[in-house]
């Protein structure tokens, strides 16, 4: 089965741009979907498609993709963006897959 | 407005059969393009995608677990139930349901349940 791999934790100073990648071999041929969680909470899915933003999240989160990575950009990141972010994807048999997820840190 | 919330049992025995329930309002699982899937997550560790049925019947599943689970739905009650047999304590997470779509390259999960916590033990 298809896997998607992310770095466990990342930091990044208030107001400062932030990448957070995902990579796999299923994201070369589907757009991976981004999700935010904090801690308690449910998911919130925040990037999903070529870049597109459901109703409500800020426009500093941005997505995109080239080869067997997905990203995901948050430019002028806000100490509420600290939380869990994980990627996911479909792949060709039917099945999704999330990755291990990052840890962001605002510093 | 669309909301999805989880029920079933907190607490079920080694060996036992799970059976959870999503029962969700806003939309239709009659719809073309409207699925529904269950993720879980256990403590303290990443999300882990279970299952999936779509507004046509079609059923996708984890090919770690597929031979445990079932998912089905009644769409005049708009519910989904999964069941997993021959339950854990590795089985020990937090379950979520899912509002799901997906097309020829895309797939996501527009709104989630707040989950419910399914602890195994004797």
């Known amino acids: 089965s298809s896997e998607l791999t992310q770095d466990p934790a990342v930091s990044v100073a208030l107001g400062q741009t932030v990448r957070i990648t995902c990579q796999g071999d299923?994201?070369?041929?589907?757009?991976a979907s981004w999700y935010q969680q904090k801690p308690g909470q449910a998911p919130v899915l925040v990037i999903y498609?070529?870049?597109n933003r459901p109703s409500g999240i800020p426009d500093r989160f941005s997505g995109s993709s080239s080869g067997n990575t997905a990203s995901l950009t948050i430019t002028g990141a806000q100490a509420e963006d600290e939380a869990d972010y994980y990627c996911?994807?479909?792949?060709?048999?039917?099945?999704?897959?999330f990755g291990g997820g990052t840890k962001l840190t605002v510093l | 407005q669309v909301t999805l919330r989880e029920s079933g049992p907190a607490l079920v025995k080694p060996t036992q059969t799970l059976t959870l329930t999503c029962t969700f309002s806003?939309?239709?699982?009659?719809?073309?393009?409207?699925?529904v899937s269950w993720i879980r997550q256990p403590p303290g560790k990443a999300l882990e995608w279970l299952a999936l049925?779509?507004?046509?019947?079609?059923?996708y599943y984890s090919t770690s677990l597929k031979t445990r689970l079932t998912i089905s739905k009644d769409t005049s009650k708009n519910q989904v139930v999964l069941t997993m047999t021959n339950m854990d304590p590795v089985d020990t997470a937090t379950y979520y349901c899912?509002?799901?779509?997906?097309?020829?390259?895309?797939?996501?999960?527009?709104?989630w349940g707040q989950g419910t916590l399914v602890t195994v033990s004797s």
């Open positions: 498609g070529k870049n």
């Open positions: 299923s994201l070369r041929s589907y757009y």
């Open positions: 899912a509002r799901a779509h997906y097309g020829d390259y895309v797939g996501q999960f527009d709104y």
């Open positions: 806003g939309f239709s699982l009659s719809t073309s393009g409207m699925c």
């Open positions: 996911n994807s479909r792949d060709s048999s039917g099945n999704w897959v």
């Open positions: 049925i779509d507004w046509d019947d079609d059923k």
